[in-house]
Structures are given as C-alpha cells and as structure tokens.
C-alpha cells in the first residue's frame, strides 16, 4: 500500500496536481479491504501466483526482474 500510495501522489503530482500521501494511502487501503470482502468475486491471489516485490523499482527495472522469473521457471 505504501509504495502504491507513493506511485499515485507522484503520477498526480507530475499532472499538476496536489495530493496528500496519507489520503491517497487511506484510499488504497479502504479499496483492498473492500475489494477482498466483496460477495461477489472478492479480490484474492490465486493458489499458484508468484509475487514479485517491485518496490522502488521503475519500469525496466520491473521487466527484467520478471524476464529473469520466467527464465528461472521455464528451465
């Protein structure tokens, strides 16, 4: 949440925009919980998913450390 909450505020800053990290970090918090307590298809992770930590990483940082997961499981 902290690192997503972080993401936001830059995408919403680099648009001119103003936006306090501990409301945008309330709103991604309040989704989740909403969307994993749904009736309906509540959000959870499926049995065999891998979990990439991508904090802190930018873009091509994230595709490589993803081109090397596939490499690593497709030996």
């Known amino acids: 949440v902290e690192e ?3 993401r936001r505020v830059g995408e919403l800053e680099a648009q001119g925009k103003t936006a306090d990290l501990e ?3 309330e709103e991604i918090a309040q989704r989740d919980y909403q969307d994993m307590h749904r009736e309906n298809s509540p959000l959870c992770r499926a049995e065999d998913a ?3 930590d991508t904090t802190g990483l930018d873009i091509p940082a994230v595709t490589a450390k993803l081109l ?3 490499a690593e499981k497709t030996k």
Do not use: G
């Open 4 to 6: 997503r909450a972080k």
């Open 23 to 25: 409301t945008i970090r």
């Open 50 to 52: 891998v979990n990439v």
């Open 68 to 70: 090397a997961l596939i």
